[in-house]
């Protein structure tokens, strides 16, 4: 690595610089900094690893505006390096071939779909909906793995990315690495075969093509995507994601190595694995870069995530961390990928940053994979949400991509969970203790529900099932009720017109009619059964609504005085198709007592 340059390796790089004016620069300051330009560093600029006045730092400036700034701040600076193509070996680094390149990376997930025809394949993330194609015009490559793989299953999706940042060349080594021993364990190892079989595992090895390409041909140094910012290229794809973008921790200058983008969510690697994420809601996400041996906790140094979901979040960044005996660490920025999904989606989401440096050579990563598994085996074969299911429609049961939100508030920042509009299917990560959970979807009634969690990683399953939202349905009673007399009962439900509608009698409104989750307070006995033709003893209570949506039913109370304290009820109920019975609403019984 570039750090233990010779004096002499120095000098070449030195004078390479000179010929190569595009291309990133590396320094080191040798000085020890003072608390106000210590902090000024690490706002300002890109370090990749630890920070100011630690030894081994290294800060990354690309020329143009950031890298006046940086020298007028810190003219002490020492040029270690220029980036050159890593394929070219002009570098300064030994290139390694054993890394992939765009196009390995393609060939690599091709050769897995061949070898696991039934249980991989390859989706170009690009072309789901809201997603883009590359500044480059490149395609994002997805590996899927699953059991019944070609099938839209209900299951549980998990994603895990890597190489957001261009350089970090030994981030998708993790998430292809991890492809493959997931596919040769399934029939093999228990928990992997149950993974596979349970879960649609989705693995993007290379977020971000047009960067990496840029790595290989032109300098191994390279962060950024290659939007054409005018003067020079590039935004820094996670300080781009839409969640507190611009907080803190990223620029507005087009040459820096963190400018955040035009606007929140601007560029296509962004909208591409928002769009994934939002087409999948996957349970669990992990976002691999390099480097430090660092898990990062989800929220960005400016935010808060409040003691519950402090508490709750920390439990699994220490589970996570463990088996690969890594330290932890916030994120240098807001904007990043895993905070955007947490708060958008209800993702559980890190960043792990692997290895000691971007491009060691290709043994040492292959070891720090090793060191690493363990750790992804852990999230994705332990780690489960507390309550998991469905958000459907009453009406025909349709799908409903809705927002699950919890009470007591733990959260500052309206974060929500959603789900997925293809089936309905959420997972809800609830940390210990008793929750209201609230289901909300466009055009539906909210529903909520109590769960109490006691123990982690043991789902809950509830079905959410959102009524259309309607108009309340009424049913009012005119008349004395006295033996002799008539009862006038009429039903009305503003927007019905032209359905069917009922008044059935009832003896009584306990226990009820289960109609799917729903309740009707009316008992299904032979009152009821008796009401469901026109008799004699009541008419008009059954027919179409009319215009003005009011169905009018009379009831003749006949001249009996034995029947004078007799007590019943009457209801109004419509009737639509796609729900359960075909009953769509009702509206509140009404009592009716017999009088002298
Ligand atoms: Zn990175």
Redesign the pocket.
């Known amino acids: 690595m570039f750090q233990r340059l010779t004096p002499a390796l120095f000098l070449v790089a030195a004078l390479t610089a000179q010929d190569d004016p595009g291309t990133t620069f590396a320094y080191r300051i040798p000085v020890a900094l003072g608390p106000i330009r210590a902090a000024a560093l690490e706002a300002g600029f890109d370090l990749a690893h630890g920070r100011a006045n630690d030894p081994d730092l290294l800060v990354y400036v690309l020329p143009g505006a950031e890298h006046d700034a940086f020298l007028r701040l810190f003219p002490e600076a020492q040029l270690v390096a220029r980036g050159s193509p890593y394929a070219g070996g002009g570098g300064l680094d030994v290139p390694d071939a054993a890394y992939y390149t765009t196009a390995e990376i393609v060939a690599e997930i091709d050769a897995l779909v061949l070898a696991h025809p039934t249980l991989a394949r390859r989706v170009d993330v690009t072309t789901l909906p809201g997603a883009a194609r590359t500044h480059a015009n490149q395609s994002i490559w997805a590996l899927v793995v699953s059991d019944s793989v070609t099938q839209a299953e209900d299951e549980p999706a998990v994603l895990l990315a890597a190489q ?2 261009a350089r ?1 060349l030994n ?1 998708p080594h993790m998430v292809l690495r991890a492809a493959q021993r997931v596919l040769a364990g399934h029939g093999v190892d228990p928990a992997l075969t149950a993974l596979v079989d349970e879960t649609e595992l989705w693995f993007v090895p290379c977020v971000n093509p047009d960067g990496v390409d840029h790595v290989w041909n032109v300098d191994q140094l390279w ?1 950024k995507n290659r939007r054409n910012n005018g003067a020079n290229y590039g935004v820094d794809p ?1 300080r781009n994601y839409p969640t507190h973008w611009g907080a803190c921790g990223s620029s507005t200058t087009t040459s820096s190595e963190t400018y955040r983008g035009p606007s929140a969510g601007s560029e296509p690697e962004v909208r591409s694995m928002r769009a994934l994420v939002a087409s999948i809601r996957p349970e669990i996400y992990l976002d691999f ?2 480097y430090g041996q660092q898990v990062l906790f989800p929220y960005a140094p400016c935010t808060t995530a409040g003691a519950t979901v402090q508490a709750f979040l920390d439990r699994y960044v220490d589970d996570l961390r463990a088996p690969m005996s890594y330290g932890r660490r916030l994120p240098s920025a807001s904007g990043e990928a895993p905070e955007d999904h947490w708060t958008s989606s209800g993702t559980l989401s890190f960043l792990i ?1 692997v290895g000691t440096a971007f491009q060691p050579a290709f043994a040492t990563t292959v070891a720090e994979e090793a060191r690493v598994w363990p750790g992804i085996r852990r999230a994705l074969t332990a780690w489960r949400p507390a309550l998991r299911g469905h958000v459907r429609s009453v009406r025909f049961g349709t799908p409903l991509e809705a927002t699950l939100t919890y009470t007591p508030a733990t959260f500052s920042y309206g974060e929500v969970t959603r789900s997925r509009a293809g089936d309905g299917r959420y997972a809800l990560w609830l940390p210990l203790g008793t929750w209201q959970v609230t289901a909300t979807a466009p055009g539906h009634d909210s529903v909520t529900r109590s769960v109490t969690v006691t123990t982690l990683d043991t789902p809950q399953t509830f079905e959410f099932e959102l009524m259309p939202s309607l108009p309340p349905a009424t049913l009012t009673k005119s008349g004395s009720e006295r033996v002799g007399t008539a009862v006038t009962l009429t039903y009305t439900a503003p927007g019905d017109a032209g359905r069917t509608y009922w008044i059935p009698l009832s003896a009584g409104t306990v226990p009820g009619f289960a109609i799917g989750n729903r309740l009707l307070p009316l008992n299904a006995d032979g009152l009821m059964e008796l009401s469901l033709g026109a008799t004699p003893l009541l008419a008009g209570n059954l027919g179409v609504l009319p215009g003005n949506a009011q169905g009018v039913a009379t009831l003749n109370i006949p001249p009996l005085p034995a029947i004078v304290g007799v007590a019943f009820f009457a209801g109004g109920i419509t009737f639509e198709t796609g729900y359960a019975y075909g009953i769509e609403r009702w509206a509140p019984p009404v009592p009716i007592v017999i009088q002298p």
């Open positions: 957001h940042h970090e981030s962060r996670n870069h390099s940053e």
